[in-house]
């Protein structure tokens, strides 16, 4: 069947695809929205990560089959890599929490979900640990009903979902690495697709919320892109590469993601009621939680969270039902010149001297991520060069861009004006 997309056309799945699609693990993602607050500065941004995970599964899959043909793959072990990539570009999203990142803090401790420890890299182990989406989305995957549902449909082609999971994280299953072809391993090449410099995750998400939000920043040439990938093998690891006379686009893509976070990622409506969110968690006294059962956690969407802060009393609750949001007073930002700009520590203690209250907000965000844990390559007619090495997009960038702001409640913003201006 195909699903009709407003980014990438039809996007057909298998019956198979379509069953997985339909379990109540992938379908509470109809629920959440993929830019949180968002909508609040940008109406039409309402879009959710169910959407969002079906395009970037329909990248990925571009993005394999131009490089299939390169690789010389036997027919079963295509098809088999192939169907294990799509999927966990489908699952990649499938443990966000609620509206945004801002309710991972009421998660429970990592250790309660109790994911294997090889699904952990070594920097993750630490003892007391807060879970994240990452760790739902890889608990959803091994230890629930979807998990049955893929060894069931799956399994007869050689993917379980310990091979789904491994990819997500980037840590090899045990029993084996299952992305071992002939003599090459091919988990850094797959693993890139999933999370790395220019992944499926990046190329849909940019589209779709610059469609959505009804601004240009995010986009960019995907067919060029695309059309000019290739893989550099190193002692017997494949890794994604990019043709010479394509990074003119890879750089157009890095910058409208960076773009992108300046005018929606950060804009300074979603941040704020972020903010309040936060308190709201704070201040509750556990009136709203995250379980740590995923049968319970799949309760959990914009809607539960949004039908608990209107029954809420919290007045930080109360706020965001009323849109009643601390209004943006000053602000620091990449383009400003930090001798000429207010010092918001200063401003929040002149605030706070006179009995208003304030938050200040700090947006973090770098161009480049991955650039040097996972490098994307670049062939060129002297010899392949890690892409950091060959755009001097990286060192121009290399600090990240930073957003500093302060707020306060509009009922006091003229007065909290005057007194900064004094």
Same mark, same amino acid.
């Given at each position: 069947?195909?699903?009709?997309?407003?980014?990438?056309?039809?996007?057909?799945?298998?019956?198979?695809?379509?069953?997985?699609?339909?379990?109540?693990?992938?379908?509470?993602?109809?629920?959440?929205?993929?830019?949180?607050?968002?909508?609040?500065?940008?109406?039409?941004?309402?879009?959710?990560?169910?959407?969002?995970?079906?395009?970037?599964?329909?990248?990925?899959?571009?993005?394999?089959?131009?490089?299939?043909?390169?690789?010389?793959?036997?027919?079963?072990?295509?098809?088999?890599?192939?169907?294990?990539?799509?999927?966990?570009?489908?699952?990649?999203?499938?443990?966000?929490?609620?509206?945004?990142?801002?309710?991972?803090?009421?998660?429970?401790?990592?250790?309660?979900?109790?994911?294997?420890?090889?699904?952990?890299?070594?920097?993750?182990?630490?003892?007391?640990?807060?879970?994240?989406?990452?760790?739902?989305?890889?608990?959803?995957?091994?230890?629930?009903?979807?998990?049955?549902?893929?060894?069931?449909?799956?399994?007869?082609?050689?993917?379980?979902?310990?091979?789904? #999971? *491994? /990819?997500?994280?980037?840590?090899? =299953?045990?029993?084996?690495?299952?992305?071992?072809?002939?003599?090459?391993? !091919? @988990?850094?090449?797959?693993?890139?697709?999933?999370?790395?410099?220019?992944?499926?995750?990046?190329?849909?998400?940019?589209?779709?919320?610059?469609?959505?939000?009804?601004?240009?920043?995010?986009?960019?040439?995907?067919?060029?892109?695309?059309?000019?990938?290739?893989?550099?093998?190193?002692?017997?690891?494949?890794?994604?590469?990019?043709?010479?006379?394509?990074?003119?686009?890879?750089?157009?893509?890095?910058?409208?993601?960076?773009?992108?976070?300046?005018?929606?990622?950060?804009?300074?409506?979603?941040?704020?009621?972020?903010?309040?969110?936060?308190?709201?968690?704070?201040?509750?006294?556990?009136?709203?939680?995250?379980?740590?059962?995923?049968?319970?956690?799949?309760?959990?969407?914009?809607?539960?969270?949004? #039908? *608990? /802060?209107?029954?809420?009393?919290? =007045?930080?609750?109360?706020?965001?039902?009323?849109?009643?949001?601390?209004? !943006? @007073?000053?602000?620091?930002?990449?383009?400003?010149?930090?001798?000429?700009?207010?010092?918001?520590?200063?401003?929040?203690?002149?605030?706070?001297?006179?009995?208003?209250?304030?938050?200040?907000?700090?947006?973090?965000?770098?161009?480049?991520?991955?650039?040097?844990?996972?490098?994307?390559?670049?062939?060129?007619?002297?010899?392949?060069?890690?892409?950091?090495?060959?755009?001097?997009?990286?060192?121009?960038?290399?600090?990240?861009?930073?957003?500093?702001?302060?707020?306060?409640?509009?009922?006091?913003?003229?007065?909290?004006?005057?007194?900064?201006?004094?």
């Amino acid at each position: 069947m195909h699903i009709r997309d407003p980014i990438h056309g039809a996007i057909e799945i298998s019956a198979d695809e379509r069953a997985l699609v339909d379990s109540p693990q992938y379908q509470r993602l109809r629920n959440v929205k993929q830019l949180g607050f968002a909508d609040l500065a940008f109406p039409g941004a309402t879009h959710t990560r169910y959407a969002h995970g079906l395009g970037a599964m329909a990248v990925a899959t571009r993005v394999f089959d131009a490089l299939a043909p390169k690789l010389d793959l036997p027919d079963r072990d295509r098809d088999r890599l192939r169907q294990a990539l799509r999927l966990s570009v489908l699952f990649h999203d499938l443990g966000h929490a609620p509206l945004s990142h801002a309710t991972e803090r009421i998660m429970p401790p990592a250790a309660d979900l109790r994911i294997p420890d090889w699904t952990q890299p070594l920097k993750r182990r630490t003892p007391g640990r807060r879970a994240n989406h990452e760790d739902y989305t890889l608990k959803l995957i091994l230890d629930s009903g979807l998990a049955a549902e893929i060894s069931a449909r799956m399994g007869p082609r050689g993917i379980e979902p310990s091979h789904i #999971a *491994a /990819l997500i994280s980037g840590q090899k =299953p045990p029993g084996g690495n299952p992305f071992t072809v002939g003599d090459r391993d !091919l @988990l850094p090449l797959l693993r890139q697709i999933v999370s790395g410099e220019l992944d499926a995750d990046r190329m849909d998400y940019l589209q779709r919320d610059s469609f959505f939000t009804g601004v240009n920043y995010g986009k960019f040439d995907l067919d060029w892109i695309v059309q000019n990938l290739e893989t550099v093998e190193r002692a017997g690891r494949v890794h994604l590469a990019l043709q010479h006379r394509a990074v003119f686009a890879f750089e157009d893509f890095l910058l409208s993601r960076y773009h992108m976070f300046l005018s929606v990622y950060f804009h300074y409506a979603s941040v704020g009621y972020e903010q309040l969110l936060q308190r709201y968690c704070d201040t509750s006294g556990g009136e709203y939680e995250l379980p740590a059962d995923v049968d319970e956690y799949l309760e959990h969407d914009d809607v539960t969270l949004t #039908a *608990a /802060l209107r029954a809420s009393k919290n =007045p930080w609750a109360m706020r965001i039902v009323r849109r009643q949001g601390y209004r !943006l @007073l000053l602000e620091r930002g990449p383009f400003l010149d930090p001798r000429g700009a207010p010092d918001l520590e200063e401003g929040l203690s002149l605030l706070a001297s006179s009995g208003i209250d304030g938050f200040i907000t700090l947006s973090r965000g770098i161009l480049a991520t991955y650039g040097r844990d996972a490098p994307l390559w670049v062939r060129t007619p002297r010899g392949e060069v890690p892409i950091a090495e060959y755009t001097p997009l990286y060192e121009r960038y290399a600090e990240p861009a930073m957003l500093s702001r302060l707020y306060v409640p509009p009922e006091r913003f003229d007065e909290a004006r005057r007194l900064v201006d004094s």
